[in-house]
């Protein structure tokens, strides 16, 4: 008889407590994460931040979906039933799903698929989907404006990506993630690739609507964007899953550029705490930039993903392959 | 047994929404549909071991063509009952090419059926020791190299083909020279004047602006 864990249900059991293992820190995390920001940007601009609920405000987030869930869930009238429900669920799941195939320690992940970066390049670029179905089904001309910007942003933003994604790969040889990170083993590929690891970042923070590139939310021009007719339940869940898209992208620097779970110093052992120190460290300068930056203007986000991003991100890529031609250095050569 | 049993229910979401695309009324619908079958497109590819093509198909088709589709479609008012009108006239043409692609996957299915051992006098089989991503690599940057540059330049004449038929130059708003902004300093802008009293101050002499 075959052991419990290789037949079917144990192989079930196994999947759902190791996603549920993932899931429930990440989902802590979330929400904390926007106390932490709260927190940042109140000692950035000289306030206190949350500090009323629970010691140090730290109950504020539960204290917050609490409040939103007892809230009404409104459903404007000429809207798109169906898709309007649909479209929040779409931006959380897609935000949840892509930590699958992230590496937090040698093995780690959920799924270590062969194709990993592509898997995860393919999430996050669905994630526009729920944006631009939010604004259109929401019937409203703030909302389909917030959608349209969104989605011309995502769509820009991800073709400069898809170049810094592929430089990486002729440097580490494999789509896989945990091959990605050990072929970091010697030198992070933040310091060859610097240039592209700024990009990389700042493309991060577009594709994830954040500030300065939060023009699809731009409360100051067109309220609240591609969700001004979201309340309740549904609009947490865009909220988090901004949030969530942020530890994510954050996630993915760290395993493209910043080592993953290795450890900077050679004589301390790696494991899930650096791999978790960086993804914070990534997430404080999102913060960080949020609190500093003033916001974009949508033909200067244009102008920069089209023609200073792109062409770098091409041109650097060429130079490296040819680099790591002409010295022989190719994985696997 | 899962595998059949995840074919069966993956390709019968795509059937179901390639034909909610052709009978949807609502034509945002029909788009989301058809995102939907892309997506199952892929994950038949994926069950069949093409990983690589599952997630090109997604990453290509769903996250850009289908996402620019998607946003033309919104913007236009797509008038679906001029586009029905055509439907008599064209049902033959249609009609034709579906019996030619059923012939052709008749004859692929039945060279199968007939010859199963067929399969594996294919030119390039399917490497069983590599990772399909190497595989397809291997193939395409040796064997295949002039087609694969040859499809990629039809592209590139269709890319800038697509430009000069949009591109208009016609400046429709006012466009700032970031350089030029940056690089003004007050001297060039600014002058102070003291006004004696009932005389008044020549205007200095202006610098011509280029108009737009």
Same mark, same amino acid.
């Given at each position: /008889?075959? &052991? =419990?864990? *290789?037949?079917?249900?144990?192989?079930?059991?196994? !999947?759902?407590?190791? #996603?549920? $293992?993932?899931? @429930?820190?990440?989902?802590?995390?979330?929400?904390?994460?926007?106390?932490?920001?709260?927190?940042?940007?109140?000692?950035?601009?000289?306030?206190?931040?949350?500090?009323?609920?629970?010691?140090?405000?730290? /109950?504020? &987030? =539960?204290? *917050?979906?609490?409040?939103?869930?007892?809230?009404? !869930?409104?459903?404007? #009238?000429? $809207?798109?039933? @169906?898709?309007?429900?649909?479209?929040?669920?779409?931006?959380?799941?897609?935000?949840?799903?892509?930590?699958?195939?992230?590496?937090?320690?040698?093995?780690?992940?959920?799924?270590?698929?062969?194709?990993?970066?592509?898997?995860?390049?393919?999430?996050?670029?669905?994630?526009?989907?729920?944006?631009?179905?939010?604004?259109? $089904?929401?019937?409203?001309?703030?909302?389909?404006?917030?959608?349209?910007?969104?989605?011309?942003?995502?769509?820009?933003?991800?073709?400069?990506?898809?170049?810094?994604?592929?430089?990486?790969?002729?440097?580490?040889?494999?789509?896989?993630?945990?091959?990605?990170?050990?072929?970091?083993?010697?030198?992070?590929?933040?310091?060859?690739?610097?240039?592209?690891?700024?990009?990389?970042?700042?493309?991060?923070?577009?594709?994830?609507?954040?500030?300065?590139?939060?023009?699809?939310?731009?409360?100051?021009?067109?309220?609240?964007?591609?969700?001004?007719?979201?309340?309740?339940?549904?609009?947490?869940?865009?909220?988090?899953?901004?949030?969530?898209?942020?530890?994510?992208?954050?996630?993915?620097?760290?395993?493209?550029?910043?080592?993953?779970?290795?450890?900077?110093?050679?004589?301390?052992?790696?494991?899930?705490?650096?791999?978790?120190?960086?993804?914070?460290?990534?997430?404080?300068?999102?913060?960080?930039?949020?609190?500093?930056?003033?916001?974009?203007?949508?033909?200067?986000?244009?102008?920069?993903?089209?023609?200073?991003?792109?062409?770098?991100?091409?041109?650097?890529?060429?130079?490296?392959?040819?680099?790591?031609?002409?010295?022989?250095?190719?994985?696997?050569? | 047994?899962?595998?059949?049993?995840?074919?069966?229910?993956?390709?019968?979401?795509?059937?179901?929404?390639?034909?909610?695309?052709?009978?949807?009324?609502?034509?945002?619908?029909?788009?989301?549909?058809?995102?939907?079958?892309?997506?199952?497109?892929?994950?038949?590819?994926?069950?069949?071991?093409?990983?690589?093509?599952?997630?090109?198909?997604?990453?290509?088709?769903?996250?850009?063509?289908?996402?620019?589709?998607?946003?033309?479609?919104?913007?236009?008012?797509?008038?679906?009952?001029?586009?029905?009108?055509?439907?008599?006239?064209?049902?033959?043409?249609?009609?034709?090419?579906?019996?030619?692609?059923?012939?052709?996957?008749?004859?692929?299915?039945?060279?199968?059926?007939?010859?199963?051992?067929?399969?594996?006098?294919?030119?390039?089989?399917?490497?069983?020791?590599?990772?399909?991503?190497?595989?397809?690599?291997?193939?395409?940057?040796?064997?295949?190299?002039?087609?694969?540059?040859?499809?990629?330049?039809?592209?590139?004449?269709?890319?800038?083909?697509?430009?000069?038929?949009?591109?208009?130059?016609?400046?429709?708003?006012?466009?700032?020279?970031?350089?030029?902004?940056?690089?003004?300093?007050?001297?060039?802008?600014?002058?102070?004047?003291?006004?004696?009293?009932?005389?008044?101050?020549?205007?200095?002499?202006?610098?011509?602006?280029?108009?737009?």
């Amino acid at each position: /008889m075959m &052991p =419990f864990w *290789d037949t079917y249900l144990g192989i079930l059991i196994l !999947t759902v407590l190791k #996603t549920l $293992a993932l899931v @429930v820190p990440l989902l802590i995390g979330v929400a904390y994460l926007t106390y932490f920001e709260r927190k940042v940007m109140g000692a950035i601009q000289l306030r206190k931040g949350p500090n009323v609920v629970g010691p140090f405000g730290l /109950m504020q &987030p =539960f204290a *917050d979906a609490l409040k939103m869930l007892t809230k009404e !869930t409104i459903i404007p #009238t000429g $809207a798109d039933k @169906v898709l309007f429900v649909l479209a929040p669920m779409i931006t959380f799941g897609l935000a949840i799903i892509a930590w699958a195939v992230i590496p937090v320690n040698n093995g780690w992940g959920i799924a270590n698929i062969n194709v990993g970066i592509l898997y995860l390049f393919a999430v996050s670029s669905l994630g526009v989907y729920g944006v631009i179905v939010a604004g259109w $089904a929401s019937n409203s001309k703030y909302a389909f404006l917030g959608a349209l910007r969104s989605a011309a942003q995502m769509v820009s933003y991800e073709v400069s990506m898809g170049f810094v994604i592929v430089t990486v790969l002729i440097l580490a040889g494999s789509l896989n993630l945990n091959a990605i990170v050990l072929a970091q083993k010697h030198l992070w590929f933040a310091v060859p690739l610097f240039p592209l690891f700024i990009i990389f970042f700042i493309s991060g923070l577009a594709e994830t609507n954040r500030a300065p590139f939060d023009l699809a939310e731009g409360e100051s021009e067109i309220v609240a964007g591609f969700f001004v007719e979201y309340s309740a339940m549904s609009f947490a869940l865009f909220f988090l899953g901004e949030y969530a898209n942020m530890i994510m992208i954050s996630g993915m620097t760290t395993v493209l550029f910043l080592g993953g779970w290795l450890s900077p110093l050679p004589f301390l052992p790696g494991g899930v705490l650096w791999f978790l120190i960086k993804v914070f460290i990534c997430l404080f300068v999102f913060v960080w930039v949020r609190a500093t930056l003033p916001r974009y203007r949508y033909d200067q986000l244009m102008a920069l993903g089209w023609k200073v991003f792109l062409p770098i991100s091409l041109v650097y890529l060429v130079a490296v392959a040819g680099v790591v031609e002409y010295f022989g250095w190719l994985p696997h050569a | 047994m899962i595998q059949n049993l995840a074919f069966y229910l993956f390709s019968f979401i795509l059937l179901a929404s390639a034909v909610m695309v052709v009978t949807n009324r609502n034509p945002v619908h029909a788009v989301l549909f058809l995102i939907l079958g892309f997506v199952n497109a892929a994950v038949l590819f994926l069950l069949a071991g093409a990983e690589f093509l599952a997630f090109i198909l997604a990453i290509v088709y769903v996250g850009a063509v289908a996402v620019l589709f998607l946003f033309v479609v919104m913007m236009l008012d797509v008038d679906f009952a001029a586009l029905h009108e055509g439907f008599q006239r064209y049902a033959p043409v249609g009609a034709l090419v579906a019996l030619i692609m059923f012939a052709e996957l008749a004859f692929i299915a039945g060279t199968w059926a007939i010859a199963p051992a067929g399969s594996a006098d294919r030119l390039f089989p399917t490497p069983s020791d590599v990772s399909n991503t190497v595989a397809l690599g291997q193939l395409i940057y040796t064997s295949y190299l002039p087609l694969f540059q040859l499809s990629g330049v039809i592209l590139l004449v269709a890319m800038i083909g697509a430009i000069v038929l949009t591109h208009r130059d016609r400046k429709r708003s006012l466009q700032q020279d970031l350089f030029v902004q940056h690089t003004r300093t007050p001297a060039q802008t600014l002058a102070m004047v003291r006004a004696p009293l009932g005389v008044g101050v020549a205007l200095p002499e202006q610098p011509q602006e280029e108009t737009l």
